[in-house]
C-alpha cells in the first residue's frame, strides 16, 4: 500500500539490552531522519512518526484498518493513523492518554481504553472502551471495566477479551524516569553479593518473584451488545498474552508467564472456557517455548522455540487442525525478541536482539526477513505429518540497529499488503515509529 518516493537522505525469551546501554538514556529531542536507504542492507526506512516518545502496538495486536490503508500508533499527543499510500500523519482529537487497543480485523471502528484518574497502577483503577469510527469520527463507549484489561477482540467483532490480577504486583513499579522513556522497560534488582544486576538478570529475578506468588487471576470475554462479563479461566498461576483468533470467533490463545524453561506456556480455550488444550510440551530441561502468535488465517500458531534456551533456535509452528508440528531453524544472531508472519503465511520477520539476551548473539542487532527453506539432503517424500517437520530460515537483513537500546521491544509487524515491516525503535535517540521496504531499494 505504501507508494514509493524519492529518497531524501540516508538505523529470553523476553530479555533485553545490556548494561552498558543504562549509561546513556535516548534523549527525546534527538533528531531522525525521515526517509534513507540503509547503507548497511540497502531497504529503504522511512520515519512513520513526527513526535518523539511514539510507538507501534504490541506484535501481536491487529492496528490495521481491513483495507490496509491505515495504520494506528500511539503518540505523546494521543493516538494517531498514518495513511499506508502517502504517509501522511493525522492525530485523534481526545485522545491523549488513551491506551491503544486494536482494529478488528473486518472493521474500521478503532478500540482504544481510558484509564480514570486516581491512586495506584493503571491496571487496578477503572476503565471506560470506546470505539471510534474513523471515517464518521463518531467514538462510543463499548464497555467499563472495574479492573483489569482488554487485549482482544474477536472476529466478528462481538466479544471483547480481558485479563484481571487481583491484588497483584506490576514487576517493576514505573519512576519518573521510567515514564520519560515512553514504553521502554526498565529493571532493577541486586544480586546475591548485593550489587546491581544487568537489566536482563533484574527482569529474570523479578519474573521468578512473580511467578512464585500465587496471585488470583482471571481471563474474561465482554460481550459488546450486552455488556455481559464471563469468566473464560480463572488461575492463580500467571496468565498473560491472551488474544482471539483472527478468523475463529470462539478460541482464545494464552499463556502461563513466568520463567519459560519452568512453563509449559502456550495453551487454547474456546470462549465458553471449554476445551482447554495445551499447544507445547517441553521435552527437555531448559527448553522454552513462547511469544506466540496465530498466523493470519487462523490456521498456525507460531512461536520463539529453543531446545535448549541459548542453544539451538526455531521459529515453531503448530497447525491447529491437525496437530502437525513445523521448525523452521535460525541462527544465533538471528533469533528475534519477537518474530512476525505476513499475511500469505510465506514471509517471516525477527527484530533481533542484542548481547545480553537470551542468544546473547554477537551480532544480532537487526531487522531481518526470513523465508523457509527445506534442509539440504532432505528425503521429503518419506516424511509423516505425525512427526515433526523440520527445515530451516534463510534470512536477509532489513535494518541495521547496532544502535536500537533493546530495553525497548521493537514489535515489528508486516503491513497487509506485506511491502513494509513496520516497528518502533530508539536508534536515533528517542523512540519513533519506522516502516522498512521488503524489498531492495531500486529492485
Known amino acids: 500500500m505504501i507508494a514509493r518516493r524519492t529518497v531524501l537522505g540516508l538505523a529470553a525469551a523476553g530479555l533485553a539490552a545490556p548494561a552498558l546501554a543504562r549509561e546513556t538514556s535516548p534523549s527525546p529531542l534527538a533528531p531522525a531522519p525521515k526517509d534513507w536507504i540503509d547503507p548497511k542492507t540497502g531497504h529503504r526506512i522511512v520515519r512513520l512518526s513526527e513526535e518523539g516518545g511514539s510507538k507501534n ?195 482464545v490463545m494464552f499463556c502461563h508467564e513466568g520463567p519459560w524453561h519452568r512453563v509449559d506456556r502456550i495453551w487454547t480455550i474456546r470462549a465458553d472456557g471449554t476445551a482447554l488444550a495445551k499447544i507445547h510440551t517441553r521435552t527437555m530441561n531448559f527448553e522454552i ?37 513445523l521448525y523452521r531453524r535460525v541462527e544465533q544472531n538471528e533469533w528475534s525478541v519477537h518474530y512476525n508472519v505476513a499475511p500469505d503465511g510465506k514471509l517471516f520477520a525477527g527484530d533481533g536482539g542484542d548481547a545480553d539476551m537470551v542468544a546473547h548473539a554477537p551480532d544480532g542487532k537487526w531487522i531481518y526477513a526470513f523465508r523457509p527453506e527445506t534442509i539440504r539432503d532432505a528425503a521429503t517424500q518419506f516424511y509423516t505429518d505425525d512427526l515433526i517437520t523440520v527445515d530451516k530460515m534463510a534470512s536477509e537483513r532489513l535494518v541495521d540497529m547496532s544502535a536500537h537500546d533493546y530495553r525497548l521491544e521493537p514489535n515489528l509487524t508486516f503491513t497487509p499488503d506485506q511491502k513494509w515491516i513496520v516497528f518502533t525503535s530508539n536508534m536515533h535517540g528517542a523512540n519513533h515509529v519506522y516502516a522498512v521496504e521488503v524489498a531492495k531499494a531500486g529492485a
Open 289 to 325: 517455548a513462547g511469544h506466540e502468535f496465530f498466523s493470519a488465517d487462523g490456521k498456525w500458531i507460531w512461536y520463539d522455540l529453543q531446545t535448549p534456551r541459548g542453544q539451538v533456535f526455531w521459529i515453531a509452528g503448530h497447525e491447529l487442525a491437525t496437530g502437525r508440528k
Open 57 to 251: 502496538l504490541y506484535f501481536h495486536q491487529h492496528g490495521y484498518t481491513p483495507r490496509g490503508d491505515k495504520l494506528a500508533i500511539t503518540t505523546p499527543s494521543g493516538i494517531a493513523l498514518v495513511d499506508l499510500g502517502t504517509f501522511k500523519l493525522t492525530p485523534l482529537p481526545n485522545t491523549k492518554g488513551a491506551d491503544l487497543l486494536f482494529f478488528p480485523r473486518a472493521s474500521r471502528r478503532l478500540y482504544y481504553s481510558v484509564t480514570a484518574p486516581g491512586e495506584g497502577q493503571p491496571a487496578d483503577r477503572p476503565k471506560t472502551i470506546h470505539a471510534l469510527d474513523i471515517d464518521s469520527g463518531e467514538a462510543k463507549v463499548v464497555a467499563k471495566l472495574a479492573q483489569g484489561g482488554i487485549t482482544s477482540i474477536n472476529a466478528d467483532e462481538t466479544l471483547l477479551l480481558g485479563v484481571v490480577t487481583y491484588g497483584g504486583k506490576p514487576l517493576q513499579p514505573k519512576t519518573a524516569d521510567d515514564l520519560k522513556r515512553f514504553g521502554q522497560a526498565e529493571y532493577a534488582a541486586l544480586g546475591p553479593d548485593g550489587k546491581p544486576l544487568s537489566f536482563a538478570k533484574a527482569k529474570g529475578v523479578r519474573m521468578t518473584e512473580r511467578f512464585e506468588t500465587p496471585t488470583p487471576m482471571e481471563i474474561f470475554t465482554v460481550d459488546l451488545k450486552t455488556g455481559e462479563r464471563k469468566v473464560v479461566h480463572a488461575s492463580e498461576k500467571w496468565l498473560g498474552h491472551a488474544q482471539f483468533s483472527p478468523t475463529d470467533p470462539t478460541l
